[in-house]
C-alpha cells in the first residue's frame, strides 16, 4: 500500500513546532520531491535545529531524511543577548494584558499574556509575557515561578525565578523607569543565562568534534 505524501501546509506546522525554527516554507517540485527552508533563530546552531526537524519528520510524519531537501537559513550573529525593545500593558478593571517585543541581531519575538487581580498581577503578567515569547526557544514548559521587589543599598531591584523545565533560573535588574520594566528585564535576565549556557555547550560539542576527525 503506498503511502500518501503529506501536505506542504502540514509539512510547515510540524517543522515550524521544532524549537529554534523561527518560520518554514514547504513545497514540491516539478518532480515531486518535497523540499523545506527553515529559517533558524539566533539562539539555535542549524545542527541543532537540523537534528530536531528530522526526528519530527520521522516521527510525525514518517518521513525518511533522504525524501526530503532540507535546507537551514540561519541569520548572521554576533556575541549578544536578546533586549528588550517594547514593553505595553493595559489595565481595564481588575484585568491586566502585556505585549512585549524582545530583539537580537534584527530578530524580533514577541510574547503577550494576560491576568485578574491587583498589583501583583501586573508582574506577573508581564514576566509571563516575557516568557510566552521565549518558549519557542525550548522544548520544556517554561514558566516564572516568583516575581519579588527589593531594596538593596537604596536601590529598587526586580528579581524573578524563572523554570524550563526541571532547571529553575534567577534573573534581576534595577529598577530604571518603573517596576514593570525592571521584572521583563529581570525575566529575560534569568533566561539568557540558561541559553548563553545552551550556545557554550553547543560550541564546545562541535570543537570536541572537529578535534576528532
Same mark, same amino acid.
Given at each position: 500500500?503506498?503511502?500518501?505524501?503529506?501536505?506542504?501546509?502540514?509539512?510547515?506546522?510540524?517543522?515550524?513546532?521544532?524549537?529554534?525554527?523561527?518560520?518554514?516554507? /514547504?513545497?514540491?517540485?516539478?518532480?515531486?520531491?518535497?523540499?523545506?527552508?527553515?529559517?533558524?533563530?539566533?539562539?539555535?546552531?542549524?545542527?541543532?535545529?537540523?537534528?530536531?526537524?528530522?526526528?519530527?519528520?520521522?516521527?510525525? %510524519?514518517? %518521513?525518511?531524511?533522504?525524501?526530503?531537501?532540507?535546507?537551514? $537559513?540561519?541569520?548572521?550573529?554576533?556575541?549578544? *543577548?536578546?533586549?528588550?525593545?517594547?514593553?505595553? +500593558?493595559? *489595565?481595564?478593571?481588575? *484585568?491586566?494584558? /502585556?505585549?512585549? /517585543?524582545?530583539?537580537?541581531?534584527?530578530?524580533?519575538?514577541?510574547?503577550?499574556?494576560?491576568?485578574?487581580?491587583?498589583?501583583? +498581577?501586573?508582574? /506577573?503578567?508581564?514576566?509571563?509575557?516575557?516568557?510566552?515569547? %521565549?518558549?519557542?526557544?525550548?522544548?520544556?514548559?517554561?514558566?516564572?515561578?516568583?516575581?519579588? $521587589?527589593?531594596?538593596?543599598?537604596?536601590?529598587?531591584?526586580?528579581?524573578?525565578?524563572?523554570?524550563?523545565?526541571?532547571?529553575?533560573?534567577?534573573?534581576?535588574?534595577?529598577?530604571? $523607569? @518603573? @517596576?514593570?520594566?525592571?521584572?521583563?528585564?529581570?525575566?529575560?535576565?534569568?533566561?539568557?543565562?540558561?541559553?548563553?549556557? $545552551?550556545?557554550?555547550?553547543?560550541?564546545?560539542?562541535?570543537?570536541?568534534?572537529?578535534?576528532?576527525?
Amino acid at each position: 500500500m503506498t503511502r500518501e505524501a503529506p501536505e506542504p501546509q502540514l509539512v510547515e506546522r510540524v517543522v515550524e513546532a521544532v524549537p529554534g525554527v523561527r518560520r518554514a516554507r /514547504a513545497g514540491r517540485s516539478p518532480e515531486g520531491s518535497l523540499w523545506i527552508r527553515v529559517l533558524v533563530l539566533p539562539e539555535h546552531c542549524d545542527a541543532e535545529v537540523r537534528r530536531g526537524i528530522l526526528a519530527a519528520l520521522v516521527g510525525d %510524519l514518517g %518521513l525518511a531524511p533522504e525524501e526530503v531537501a532540507l535546507d537551514i $537559513l540561519s541569520p548572521p550573529v554576533g556575541p549578544g *543577548r536578546r533586549r528588550l525593545t517594547s514593553l505595553t +500593558t493595559t *489595565r481595564r478593571g481588575r *484585568r491586566f494584558s /502585556a505585549t512585549v /517585543a524582545l530583539e537580537r541581531a534584527g530578530d524580533v519575538l514577541v510574547g503577550e499574556a494576560e491576568g485578574c487581580g491587583g498589583r501583583g +498581577t501586573g508582574q /506577573a503578567t508581564v514576566a509571563a509575557a516575557v516568557l510566552d515569547a %521565549l518558549a519557542r526557544l525550548f522544548d520544556s514548559e517554561v514558566r516564572c515561578e516568583r516575581v519579588e $521587589l527589593l531594596h538593596v543599598g537604596g536601590e529598587a531591584v526586580a528579581v524573578v525565578i524563572v523554570t524550563v523545565g526541571p532547571q529553575r533560573l534567577c534573573g534581576s535588574a534595577p529598577v530604571v $523607569l @518603573d @517596576d514593570l520594566d525592571a521584572v521583563a528585564r529581570a525575566t529575560l535576565d534569568a533566561v539568557n543565562r540558561l541559553v548563553e549556557g $545552551l550556545r557554550g555547550a553547543e560550541a564546545s560539542a562541535q570543537l570536541s568534534g572537529s578535534a576528532r576527525v
